[in-house]
Nanobody, 115 residues
Framework: QVQLVESGGGLVQAGGSLRLSCAAS????????MGWYRQAPGKQRELVAA???????NYADSVKGRFTISRDNAKNTVYLQMNNLKPEDTAVYYC?????????WGQGTQVTVSS
């Protein structure tokens, strides 16, 4: 069983930065695709960034050039560095681990960007 625990959310002014972390339990982290999703009030959950075990990345157009996803396999942790934050980035951010056809989710962490 995999458990994901996110941290690093909070309140920040527009133009500021935050770094989210997600620590995973279990032994499949290094061979899994890790992702960050977000869900704003009244909206569907959307992919923000993903990072495969082969270090291939995928970003939503809205965050390209501002957000960076990275992983530390020795620590079973994935990060999301968020720079130049905008009010429209306000959402609950969820960590995702995908192994074969199974998805695991964290509990979410709130990110609020004030204008």
């Amino acid at each position: 069983q995999v458990q994901l625990v996110e941290s690093g959310g909070g309140l920040v002014q527009a133009g500021g930065s935050l770094r989210l972390s997600c620590a995973a339990s279990g032994s499949i982290f290094s061979i899994s695709t890790m992702g960050w999703y977000r869900q704003a009030p009244g909206k569907q959950r959307e992919l923000v960034a993903a990072l495969t075990s082969a270090d291939t990345t995928n970003y939503a157009d809205s965050v390209k050039g501002r957000f960076t996803i990275s992983r530390d396999n020795a620590k079973n942790t994935v990060y999301l560095q968020m720079n130049n934050l905008k009010p429209e980035d306000t959402a609950v951010y969820y960590c995702n681990l995908r192994f074969l056809i199974t998805d695991y989710w964290g509990q979410g962490t709130q990110v609020t960007v004030s204008s």
